[in-house]
């Protein structure tokens, strides 16, 4: 089989349209196979996110609101550099503290996910959190997470029911579960 020759994108200008606390928008303007166009792309420093399991197996989740799809949601704890050169497992360890009150003194690389790669350059690595020492939540301000226990059988349920839906956390749990022994059900989507 031949393989296909890749069209050349070129980027001819790059313009931000808008800044805000925690993404950057700029409108490109690219050159693709000699026609011009716009793009969208979306700058985000990175983040971190965290996989907590208890002396018992059971994994920390965090509900809180999400404004974008205007409704609480259940996901792994994470969050955002606090500077774009912060090492993102320091930024693992402050969130996991902060949002589930919980701390550690050693965290597991799992693995690293691209959010939403059409036109967002966020990157997220997360870590497994093992050995759970109680301390207490650093909330911001504007932040109101409730901290839940579930079993590893039930998220899985969850993520092949089309009930849990966010991103960094289906892919954090299915790699927790296939790393780690977990057993993933055979099914389709939607199928109990």
Not at 16 to 38: M, P
Not at 77 to 92: F, N, V, Y
């Amino acid at each position: 089989m031949e393989k296909e020759k890749k069209v050349p994108v070129e980027r001819l200008r790059r313009e931000l349209k808008y800044q805000g606390t925690i993404l950057k928008v700029y409108e490109d303007t690219v050159r693709v196979g000699g026609h011009e166009a716009k793009w969208d792309f979306i700058h985000h420093d990175g983040a971190a996110a965290v996989v907590p399991v208890t002396a018992e197996g059971k994994i920390l989740m965090v509900r809180q609101y999400r404004n974008a799809l205007d409704r609480y949601t259940l996901e792994i704890p994470a969050g955002k550099l606090d500077d774009p050169d912060e090492p993102k497992i320091r930024c693992a360890f402050r969130e996991l503290e902060e949002e589930t009150g919980y701390r550690t003194d050693r965290l597991e690389y799992l693995l690293s996910i691209n959010t939403t790669i059409a036109f967002c350059d966020e990157a997220l690595d997360v870590f497994l959190a093992r050995d759970l020492q109680p301390s207490e939540q650093h909330l911001d301000p504007d932040e109101e997470i409730e901290v839940e226990a579930w079993e590893l059988a039930d998220l899985l349920e969850l993520i092949y029911s089309g009930k849990m839906t966010d991103g960094k956390t289906v892919a954090s749990i299915l790699a927790y579960a296939c790393r780690y022994g977990g057993t993933i059900p055979a099914g389709k989507p939607g199928e109990a």
